[in-house]
């Protein structure tokens, strides 16, 4: 069958089926109707010509067929992603408007001065901005509801490589010990284990900060006990601040507070979070990406970190 009449947003909709693995998921991460999602899939059958999914349990699974399919998939959007950013650089000024997804943290200490910069070098792009926490921005990104996603990860935790999306790396930080001004002895890093005795605070929305201080407890061979959780850092380090317990974070998260609280960098082992920026496969170049990725890139330069 001639491969133009493969429906580019049919093999989109395979391929999140294939992450999600329901029709009811896949239709809310696209925001379509789950009979829109079984009408699309099977016209994509139809143009295949060859069976796709088979049902196990209350799961679709894909057959060989379709496997193959999600392989090339990514392919082709990154190559059309790639082909709209060629044209797009034709033209004479950036504009348009750029959808752009952060976490809260980076909400507050990039994205304010990198949108500033960009409204004031090109006054005819638009950024949006909309806080999404992980993994959603990143789905956002793949699903094309967002154009440019702030996400992170931490050292310790591998994450591995999704083809669909690039990350351009903007900033590392240190992952720090927050403690009550009493506990504080001296200057330097940390030793994590000399905080194996205290009782922690963690911050309860982030599974990956979460994991990360487990691990690394783990390496400095105690188990932490959690005592405290809240998904506001203001409460974390008012919590810290009260002499309730010790909490690890980073370090843009403590920009903009006036906690009376020691932060000091850790040790044996030393731990860190990268701040990144996602974008679909093959859009990097799009000037208006691209104008905000250097906005972002440079704002992260002057916070301090390093990339």
């Known amino acids: 069958m001639p491969a133009e009449l493969y429906d580019v947003r049919r093999l989109r909709l395979l391929r999140e089926l294939s992450r999600h693995g329901t029709i009811a998921a896949t239709a809310r ?10 009408q699309q899939l099977s016209l994509l ?3 295949v010509g060859s069976r796709l999914l088979v049902r196990d ?7 060989e067929a379709a496997r193959v ?5 990514e392919d082709i959007l990154a190559g059309l992603e790639a082909a709209r950013a060629g044209v797009a650089e034709l033209a004479a000024s950036v504009s ?3 959808r752009l997804a952060a976490f809260p943290t980076a909400a507050r200490a990039l994205v304010p001065g990198a949108i500033a910069r960009c409204r004031a070098e090109h006054p005819d792009l638009r950024v949006r901005l909309t806080e999404l926490p992980m993994p959603e921005a990143v789905a956002a990104v793949k699903a094309g509801h967002v154009d440019l996603a702030l996400v992170y990860g931490y050292s310790l935790l591998p994450k591995p490589r999704d083809p669909g999306v690039e990350t351009v790396p903007l900033l590392r930080e240190p992952l720090l010990a927050a403690l009550p001004a009493g506990l504080d002895d001296g200057e330097g890093p940390l030793p994590l284990a ?10 309860d929305r982030d599974d990956d900060l979460h994991e990360l201080m487990r691990r690394a407890c783990g390496v400095a061979g105690f188990v932490p006990r959690l005592d405290f959780t809240s998904s506001d850092y203001t409460v974390i380090f008012a919590l810290v601040e009260a002499g309730l317990g010790v909490s690890l974070v980073p370090r843009l998260a403590f920009e903009s507070l006036s906690a009376d609280v020691v932060l000091r960098e850790v040790s044996e082992p030393s731990v860190e979070r990268t701040v990144s920026a996602a974008v679909r496969a093959g ?13 972002l890139r440079e704002i992260a330069a002057e916070a301090g970190g390093y990339a």
């Open 29 to 38: 991460a696209c925001s379509l109707t789950p009979s829109a999602v079984s």
């Open 45 to 47: 059958e139809r143009e």
């Open 57 to 63: 349990g209350r799961t679709l699974v894909l057959t």
């Open 69 to 73: 399919l999600v392989e090339h998939t």
């Open 96 to 98: 348009g408007v750029l």
């Open 194 to 203: 000399r905080l194996a005795d205290e009782p922690w605070i963690a911050a």
């Open 283 to 295: 859009s990097a170049r799009n000037p208006p990406v691209a104008a905000v990725l250097a906005a």
